[in-house]
C-alpha cells in the first residue's frame, strides 16, 4: 500500500480537552506537568502543539491517547470520554530513518480516526523529514484524519498545521492559539512559512520569558 492511496475508514472524530490537569509524583516531590489545559479540535483538523521541553506536550498527548489518566478534567471524542487507549487513536513516535515512513503507512492502515504524533520525525535527516513532510501532507488532504502533532520545531508547525497551539513549561499550560492559512501542499523552505515560523519563535520566547519572571 503506497501512502499516496487513498485510504478507506471511518470518518475522523471530533476531540474535546476539557480542563486537564496532570501531577507526577515521585519520590521527593511532586511535578505539576499540565494545569488546566483545554482544547477543541475538529472533525478532520490538523493541530500542531508546540513548546519547550518539559512543557507537558507528550503528557498532552497521552492523556488524549489513552494512555495516562487526568489527576483533574477530562477528554471527549466524539462526545464519549476517552478512559483507555483505543484502536480509533493511534499514537505515532520517533523512529530512524525510511522506517518512519513505513511506520507512517502502518498506523494508517487500521484506518484509525485520530492519528497522535509525537515528535515524529525529530530523529530523520533534513531530506527524509521533508519528504514525509509532502506525504503526510498529501495524506491528509485525502482522508482529513484528525491529527494531533507534536513537536518543538516551530518552522515544521507552520509547514504542517491548521492551527498551532503554544505550550509554555513549569507547570504546562495552553498559552496561545495561531492559525495558518497558506494553501496546502507546503514547501517547508518558502518565505511563508518562514514568516510564520518567526512569529510562532517570537510568542513562544514570550510566553517562556514571562513564565520565567512571574515564577522566579
Not at 8 to 25: C, E, N, Y
Not at 46 to 58: A, N
Not at 68 to 83: H, I
Not at 145 to 158: C, D, G, L, S, Y
Request: proline share 6%; charged share 25%; with cysteine.
Amino acid at each position: 500500500m503506497s501512502l499516496q492511496e487513498e485510504l478507506k475508514g471511518p470518518p475522523p472524530a471530533k476531540l474535546v480537552v476539557d480542563h486537564v490537569s496532570k501531577w507526577f509524583r515521585q519520590k521527593r516531590q511532586t511535578v505539576h506537568a499540565l494545569d488546566d489545559v483545554s482544547l477543541e479540535v475538529a472533525e478532520g483538523e490538523f493541530i500542531v502543539i508546540v513548546g519547550p521541553s518539559g512543557c507537558g506536550k507528550s503528557t498532552l498527548l497521552d492523556i488524549i491517547a489513552g494512555l495516562e489518566k487526568p489527576d483533574k478534567g477530562q477528554v471527549m471524542a466524539d462526545n464519549q470520554p476517552v478512559l483507555n487507549p483505543g484502536r480509533h487513536r493511534l499514537v505515532m513516535f520517533q523512529e530512524s530513518g525510511m522506517k518512519q515512513r513505513v511506520a507512517l503507512a502502518r498506523a494508517l492502515a487500521p484506518n484509525p480516526r485520530v492519528l497522535l504524533m509525537d515528535e515524529p520525525f525529530a530523529a530523520l535527516d533534513a531530506m527524509t523529514r521533508e519528504q514525509l513532510y509532502g506525504d503526510i501532507q498529501r495524506i491528509w488532504e485525502k482522508r482529513r484524519k484528525t491529527i494531533i502533532f507534536v513537536t518543538h520545531n516551530v518552522r515544521e508547525a507552520a509547514c504542517l498545521a491548521d492551527r498551532v497551539m503554544i505550550m509554555s513549561p513549569t507547570p504546562g499550560r495552553l498559552r496561545e492559539m495561531f492559525e495558518v492559512k497558506l494553501p496546502r501542499p507546503r514547501d517547508f523552505n518558502s518565505i511563508e512559512i518562514a514568516q510564520h515560523a518567526a512569529k510562532l519563535t517570537a510568542a513562544l520566547k514570550g510566553h517562556v520569558e514571562h513564565d520565567a519572571v512571574t515564577n522566579a
